[in-house]
């Protein structure tokens, strides 16, 4: 009878237990949910010359086409820099949706550019402030031709390095900042071009100005100048459009350059002297597997 007893009483309580169990599950579900992330800090992987903190997302190939035109200053003789023409054709990769890969080759000095992107961090509602994106590159210089080079120039001469952290809040649904501490180092430099290290700080940011349009500015100070050279520091401004899978952006630089060895240690225009470049990034994504 103490067993059936026993028995009894346990199939009764066993449903108040279970129920009892179930509660306190989801009760620590909700304390231990997973953080809300903040999404489109920026619209694309560009802000205007330089990377946002957006990677591509994992099986996306992002093909991205640069032009920059020539100087507005250059008068109705040269329609006003429409006449001359510097591009940049890329691609990115994403291998997981925190690393990209991408490669590219752009017109000025004929260059061949690589580089790494991972996201470290990533801003949430109620943890993380920021997101913070890693920056490496390399940049291998084709011109000047083996013929045409100074005596003792060598292939590890074309060479150059970059390495960024990017360090981005989004504010509010229409306000985001970004910092860009870099280095840059070029294995050659050339008589009063700078130093082989260089240090900059960029900054830049965007307003929202509606739902596919944004308003974007950047500028790099450089840390170190060398006062001989003829090189002024990068400032941009851009106006964003997303139509679809495509970024639209309009750009106007002081630099040709897109990429970081270039337009940060190598702008030779005043932004405010009328040197300015007006120019396009076009951002295309496919997604190549599916998303999980």
Same mark, same amino acid.
């Given at each position: 009878?103490?067993?059936?007893?026993?028995?009894?009483?346990?199939?009764?309580?066993?449903?108040?237990?279970?129920?009892?169990?179930?509660?306190?599950?989801?009760?620590? %579900?909700?304390?231990?949910? *997973?953080?809300?992330?903040?999404?489109?800090?920026?619209?694309?992987?560009?802000?205007?010359?330089?990377?946002?903190?957006?990677?591509?997302?994992?099986?996306?190939?992002?093909?991205?086409? /640069?032009?920059?035109?020539?100087?507005?200053?250059?008068? /109705?003789?040269?329609?006003?820099?429409?006449?001359?023409?510097?591009?940049? #054709?890329?691609?990115?990769?994403?291998?997981?949706?925190?690393?990209?890969?991408?490669?590219?080759?752009?017109?000025?000095?004929?260059?061949?550019?690589?580089?790494?992107?991972?996201?470290?961090?990533?801003?949430?509602?109620?943890?993380?402030?920021?997101? #913070?994106?890693?920056?490496?590159?390399?940049?291998? @210089?084709?011109?000047?031709?083996?013929?045409?080079?100074?005596?003792?120039?060598?292939?590890?001469?074309?060479?150059?390095?970059?390495?960024?952290?990017? #360090? /981005?809040?989004?504010?509010?649904?229409?306000?985001?900042?970004?910092?860009?501490?870099? #280095?840059?180092?070029?294995?050659?430099? *050339?008589?009063?071009?700078? *130093?082989?290290?260089?240090?900059?700080?960029?900054?830049?940011?965007?307003?929202?100005?509606?739902?596919?349009?944004?308003?974007?500015?950047?500028?790099?100070?450089?840390?170190?100048?060398?006062?001989?050279?003829?090189?002024?520091?990068?400032?941009?401004?851009?106006?964003?459009? %997303?139509?679809?899978?495509?970024?639209? @952006?309009?750009?106007?630089?002081?630099?040709?350059?897109?990429? %970081?060895?270039?337009?940060?240690?190598?702008?030779?225009?005043?932004?405010?002297?009328?040197?300015?470049?007006?120019?396009?990034?076009?951002?295309? *994504?496919?997604?190549?597997?599916?998303?999980?």
């Amino acid at each position: 009878m103490k067993k059936s007893h026993t028995l009894a009483l346990t199939l009764f309580l066993l449903p108040l237990f279970a129920s009892a169990q179930d509660d306190l599950l989801g009760e620590l %579900e909700k304390n231990t949910s *997973a953080p809300t992330y903040i999404a489109q800090t920026f619209k694309g992987s560009r802000l205007v010359n330089g990377h946002t903190v957006e990677t591509t997302g994992a099986g996306t190939l992002e093909f991205i086409f /640069a032009h920059r035109f020539g100087r507005l200053n250059g008068g /109705a003789y040269e329609l006003f820099g429409l006449d001359d023409a510097f591009v940049r #054709i890329g691609l990115e990769y994403g291998i997981t949706d925190n690393l990209s890969v991408g490669v590219g080759r752009n017109s000025v000095d004929k260059t061949i550019d690589s580089y790494l992107k991972y996201r470290v961090l990533r801003q949430s509602k109620s943890g993380v402030p920021v997101t #913070i994106t890693a920056f490496g590159s390399a940049a291998y @210089q084709t011109s000047p031709r083996k013929e045409d080079a100074p005596d003792g120039f060598q292939n590890s001469d074309r060479l150059a390095y970059t390495g960024q952290l990017l #360090i /981005a809040r989004k504010f509010t649904s229409s306000f985001s900042l970004q910092l860009m501490p870099t #280095i840059v180092h070029k294995n050659y430099v *050339a008589d009063n071009t700078g *130093a082989n290290d260089q240090v900059a700080i960029g900054v830049g940011g965007r307003i929202k100005v509606s739902r596919s349009v944004s308003l974007n500015a950047e500028y790099y100070y450089r840390v170190n100048p060398d006062a001989s050279t003829p090189y002024k520091d990068a400032l941009g401004f851009a106006i964003d459009i %997303e139509t679809g899978g495509h970024v639209f @952006q309009i750009v106007l630089t002081n630099t040709r350059g897109m990429i %970081e060895r270039a337009f940060i240690t190598e702008t030779d225009g005043d932004f405010f002297d009328g040197d300015i470049h007006l120019g396009f990034n076009v951002t295309r *994504a496919f997604q190549l597997k599916k998303r999980k």
